[in-house]
Structures are given as structure tokens and as C-alpha cells.
């Protein structure tokens, strides 16, 4: 169905790959502006979660008066399925599985494949090389990085991550892009964590090392940082809604490529093997029991 209301600098039919939390928050971004938008999701159980995620994140838009739209008319845009062949008429496909690099390539590979060869791919990615994964693919040109944040919907910012083979058309119009969803683009070249992922681990990383050594509990470390320094979140409790694992993983690619000063603490290595996750299981640095 067609949107009257589209940005014009906006692509009219996107796709996502991946329908969890960060996936479904690009989509409700998409949707919201106008775009036809498609997520594509590896089991019916899976589409069906996607589904109801993206369509409860609309809804809450609406309750909470970030959009005048329809529900209904909003919800006709929307598409979820299990099948790649289906992104092939997509102007704009968005990969945002997890951060395992055989899987990104993987999925990136099935996607271009499917695509026109006009049409452009983005990663979701955090940390992950942008020229590596564009070396695998037939089109580098046509791909880049649109990191996200999480949560979508209220964040303002994306990191757009031009690699050395980036078209300046794509270029361009990602910047466009990301201010027709009502945010801002901070534009960095391809390194290791970017800009965001690099800064953001470091002074995590940091805090974790100060509660190991006892010099201070985690809810006093992110005070510090919140009170302090005029963090939204302390890093702590972003760990914690990012996940550890998923912050272990990034230390871990980090310090392979940057060094030592990037090595993800004990305690960090414990709590992953224990369970302990963060807002996902309940339990991280802080206690998440009951709370959403």
C-alpha cells in the first residue's frame, strides 16, 4: 500500500532481515515515516514474535502521540515473512542479526542476491568491519553500515559507517535517510568500533573494573556518569540492556584488533558464563527481575 505522506528522501519499500529487538525498532522507524517495510525472520515462530513486536511498537506510538497516523493504515505497510526471495523488490534492506561474523556474511550474500542491482544494503552492526563485509559481497558500492541504537524509537542518533568502496550517492542519501526518520547521522569512516561501539566499551569496560576492585558499586559508578557527566544511562545499566554477551563479544573484537586496553574484565567473562546477561535474563550488573 502507498503512503502519500512519505518523506521524499525516504526509500518507499525497506527491508529488515531479523525481527528481535533491534531489528523490530527499524522497522517501527521505517513505518512510521511511511515506508513499506518487509522483515524477513528465519521460522514462522519467529515472524510471528517480529510481528507482534513492530505492531505493538506502532500502536504505543500512536497512545503516546509521537505520530498521527492510523493504526490499521500503518499496520497494511507492514509485511513479515520467512522467505529472502521476498526482499527482491526492496529499495533498502537493513541486516540486523546478531553479531556473529559468518552469520552477517551469510545473510548479507542472501540478501544481495535477491536484490535489483540498483537497490542499496546496510549492517546493523556495532562493531564489526564494514570493508571486511563488503569484501564478501558483488556490489560494495551499493553497501554501508547503519548502525542503530537501541531503543529505536527513542534514540536520535545513527551511525552511518561509510566503507572505502561506499558510493558518495549512497553516502548522500543514507544522510538523508537517517533525517527523514528524525534523527542524526554521525558519519565515520570504517574502524574498528567506530566511533560510538569504541567509546561507549571503554568507559564500560572501566566501570567494570572499578566494581571488580571494589572501588565503588554500580549504582554509584553510573550515578557518577548520569549526575556527573549528564549520561542518559550510566554504562553499567547500558550493559545491561545491550547485554553482556553482546558486550564481551565487541571487548573481544576489540581488543583482537586494537589491543589490550580493550580486554573485557573478569568479572564480565563470569557473569556471560553464569547466565547472567543482563536485562534479557534478569540479572547483570543489576537486578532486572519484573521489569520490563
Not at 526509500?11 to 527499524?26: D, E, F, H, K, S
Not at 517495510?37 to 514462522?44: A, G, K, S, W
Not at 520467512?82 to 546478531?98: G, H, K, N, T
Amino acid at each position: 500500500m502507498s503512503n502519500s505522506r512519505l518523506p521524499e528522501n525516504l526509500p518507499a519499500t525497506v527491508g529488515v532481515l531479523g525481527g528481535g529487538r533491534m531489528g523490530a525498532g527499524i522497522a517501527h522507524a521505517f513505518l512510521l515515516k511511511g515506508s513499506n517495510v518487509l522483515v524477513v525472520e528465519r521460522d514462522e515462530e519467529s515472524a510471528e514474535a517480529a510481528r507482534e513486536r513492530v505492531e505493538s511498537a506502532a500502536a504505543k506510538s500512536i497512545e503516546m502521540g509521537a505520530t498521527d497516523g492510523n493504526l490499521d493504515e500503518m499496520v497494511s505497510r507492514l509485511a513479515v515473512t520467512v522467505d529472502y526471495d521476498d526482499f527482491a523488490d526492496r529499495q533498502l534492506v537493513v541486516e540486523a542479526v546478531p553479531e556473529d561474523w559468518d552469520l552477517k556474511v551469510a545473510s548479507l550474500r542472501g540478501i544481495e542476491d535477491r536484490l535489483a542491482a540498483d537497490a542499496y544494503l546496510a549492517s546493523n552492526t556495532s562493531s564489526l568491519s564494514v570493508d571486511g563485509l563488503a569484501q564478501e559481497l558483488k556490489r560494495p558500492q551499493n553497501f554501508l553500515g547503519l548502525h542503530f541504537f537501541n531503543p529505536v524509537p527513542a534514540s536520535t542518533l545513527i551511525e552511518v559507517v561509510l566503507g572505502e568502496r561506499t558510493s558518495p550517492t549512497l553516502a548522500a542519501a543514507a544522510k538523508r535517510w537517517v533525517e527523514a526518520l528524525g534523527k542524526t547521522a554521525v558519519v565515520v569512516n570504517d574502524a574498528p568500533g567506530f566511533a560510538s561501539s569504541r567509546l561507549g566499551v571503554a568507559i564500560a569496560l572501566e566501570a567494570m573494573r572499578m566494581v571488580e576492585e571494589g572501588v565503588a558499586s554500580a549504582e554509584d559508578i553510573d550515578n557518577a556518569m548520569v549526575l556527573g557527566y549528564k549520561h542518559p544511562t550510566g554504562p553499567l545499566r547500558t550493559t545491561d540492556i545491550v547485554g553482556l554477551d553482546v558486550r564481551l563479544g565487541i571487548a573481544e573484537y576489540l581488543q583482537s584488533t586494537l589491543g589490550e586496553r580493550f580486554a573485557p574484565p573478569q568479572i564480565l567473562k563470569d557473569k556471560v558464563a553464569r547466565g547472567e546477561l543482563g536485562r534479557k535474563t534478569g540479572k547483570g550488573f543489576f537486578d532486572w527481575t519484573g521489569k520490563s
